[in-house]
């Protein structure tokens, strides 16, 4: 008797409806020249995943994350073909109506089926050893401040969820003012990344939405390893602490890279 109660759970478990990991409805297209293609976007809310004027290799990012759930930088997607950093598309996937609030990961899923399908793409995991940054709150306390709106960000409540970036080139190099509205740490912790010329692993602890100013300047040939001042300003790691009141620690450690197996140009639609 207890054999077929059990057998009879495991076949209701089987037939259970299980939410769909495609879109319902997706589109690629090519994306306008420049400038009317717009300034590069990929996001996603509950409902709509958008990428505007995007590479592939920026799809990826959002798509593929490694177990530590750390945004992926450019130079860690290895094997991609030069189009997939030179070619942009406008890409918009809606998964099936009355599914209900699709979450980042179900969204992320839904992505890597769209890319499997239409530039059929085949990638997998592998780990390397290299240097890396932890990023902690400052002796003296986090500086962040938390949003006064904590809603969920809507694709369609700009500039809420938005990281704005002013850059000023020079000789010498680029100031740079960033201005984040209502955004997440994961979100916060991927902006710091791609100017710390390491991995960047989230040790905060933070939680909530956050709103927040960076200024820095970032000499030609990259990053300064250490804080410090340089004669055009704060470098990246010395904003990050004085204005943020979070701190780059040095480590190293394994650091999983998405490795491209085959791609191609996709269909469009």
Known sequence: MKALVFAAILLFIAVMPVRSQTFDVASIKPSAPAPAGGPPRVAADAARFVAANSTLKSILQFAYRPASSRTLRLNEVI????WTDRDRFDIEGKPESGAGAVSQEQMRMMVQSLLMDRFQLKAHWETRDMPTYNLIVARNGTRLKLSEDQSPVRLDAQPRGTVRTIAKPSPGGIALMLTVNAVTTDMLVATLQSFAGRPLFDKT?????????????????????????????????????????????????????????????????
């Open 205 to 269: 602890g933070l939680q909530g939405l956050f709103d927040a100013q960076l200024e820095f300047f970032q000499e030609a040939g990259g990053p300064a390893p250490q804080p410090a001042l340089s004669d055009s300003g704060p470098t990246f790691a010395a904003a990050v602490e004085e204005q943020l009141g979070l701190k780059l620690e040095s480590s190293r450690g394994p650091v999983e890279v998405l490795v491209i197996d085959s791609v191609q140009r996709p269909t469009q639609n």
């Open 79 to 82: 094997g991609a073909p030069d």
